[in-house]
Structures are given as C-alpha cells and as structure tokens.
C-alpha cells in the first residue's frame, strides 16, 4: 500500500505563491488518484483537487479553480499543487491523498498524510 507524506506548507501573504509536495512510497504510485483536501480551524475537511493516474485530468473546488493547479510526475512518485495568488481564506492544514478515483469525496481514499500547514497573512 503507498504511503504519503506532504512537504511545502508555510506562511505566505496574501497575493503571494506556494508549491505543495505530495512524496509517495512504493512502486504502485501510478495506480492511485490523488487527491488534495485542507481544514481550517473548526471547520470540516474539504476537497480542494483531485488528479487521475496519469495526470491527464484534473479536478478542483470552485474556491480555488484559476489560483491552484495539481500535477504530478510519476516518474518521481510526486504529486504536487502549486498555489496562486493566496487569500487568507486558504489557510489551512493541507492532506495529501491517495485512492482510485480522483473524487471530492474523502471517502475515496484510503492513504493520507499527516499534512502540512498553509497559513496566509493579510
């Protein structure tokens, strides 16, 4: 089973860029959608994009669609989400994951990471 772990969260200001990284084990990475979902403090997760196997597709939630953009190089067992003109609203512990279809639906996936923390100053 791939196992995930996610790199790249820090504090940017508003307007500004970052890159997440998504590192998975295992030979079976091209086998797995993945998925990118965040939390906010005292709200429930959410989707924010989800990519196919091979990375031709992708899927994001209305509240960040034109600002992020998920990709992935297999090659490198790496998914990543790189993250436009940041609003304070993004702020967010970020979750990397992995299942069989790049859904909105947390319940699609079966691996994730720990996460990592994206914070966005106004």
């Known amino acids: 089973q791939v196992q995930v772990v996610e790199s790249g969260g820090g504090l940017v200001q508003a307007g500004g860029s970052l890159r997440l990284s998504c590192a998975a084990s295992g030979r079976t990475f091209s086998y797995y959608a993945m998925g990118w979902f965040r939390q906010a403090p005292g709200k429930e997760r959410e989707f924010v994009a989800g990519i196919s196997r091979s990375g031709d597709s992708t899927y994001y939630a209305d509240a960040v669609k034109g600002r992020f953009t998920a990709s992935r190089v297999n090659a490198k067992n790496t998914v990543y989400l790189q993250m436009n003109s940041l609003k304070p609203e993004d702020t967010a512990v970020y979750y990397c994951?992995?299942?069989?279809?790049?859904?909105?639906?947390?319940?699609?996936?079966?691996?994730w990471g720990q996460g990592t923390q994206v914070t966005v100053s106004s």
């Open positions: 994951a992995a299942g069989f279809s790049p859904t909105d639906r947390g319940s699609s996936y079966a691996t």
